[in-house]
C-alpha cells in the first residue's frame, strides 16, 4: 500500500513557474515507477510525465516537452514535476500516481494548478 500526497500547486502568471511535490508513505517508494497526470474541467485526465524506479529514464507528453520536467528521490519517496514556461492551457488538477507492473494502482488527491493569462 502506497499513499501519495501532492504539494505545490497555485496560482501563477502565464510565463512563471511551479514546482510540485508528491511525497509517498512506506518503504517501498523505490520499487514504483512514478507519473504525473493532469485533468482540465471538462476534459478526461491525460498522462503529463513518468519516470522509471531509479529515475534513469523520463517520458513526457508533447505537450510539455521542453517545459516540465520530472524527478525523484528515493531517499526522500518524492516524486517532482518542476514546471516551467506555464501557458494557460496547463491549468488543471495535477495528480502523481504510482505504478507497479503495468497500471498506475495508487493516486494521490490531486493539487490545483492555475496559470492566468
Known amino acids: 500500500q502506497v499513499q501519495l500526497v501532492e504539494s505545490g500547486g497555485g496560482l501563477v502568471q502565464a510565463g512563471g513557474s511551479l514546482r510540485l511535490s508528491c511525497a509517498a508513505s512506506g518503504r517501498t517508494f523505490s520499487s514504483y515507477a512514478m507519473g504525473w497526470f493532469r485533468q482540465a474541467p471538462g476534459k478526461e485526465r491525460e498522462f503529463v510525465a513518468a519516470i522509471t524506479r531509479s529515475g534513469g529514464n523520463t517520458y513526457y507528453a508533447d505537450s510539455v516537452k521542453g517545459r516540465f520536467t520530472i524527478s525523484r528521490d528515493n531517499a526522500k519517496n518524492t516524486v517532482y514535476l518542476q514546471m516551467n514556461s506555464l501557458k494557460p492551457e496547463d491549468t488543471a488538477v495535477y495528480y502523481c500516481?504510482?505504478?507497479?507492473?503495468?497500471?498506475?494502482?495508487?493516486w494521490g488527491q490531486g493539487t490545483q494548478v492555475t496559470v492566468s493569462s
Open positions: 500516481a504510482a505504478k507497479n507492473g503495468n497500471i498506475y494502482d495508487y
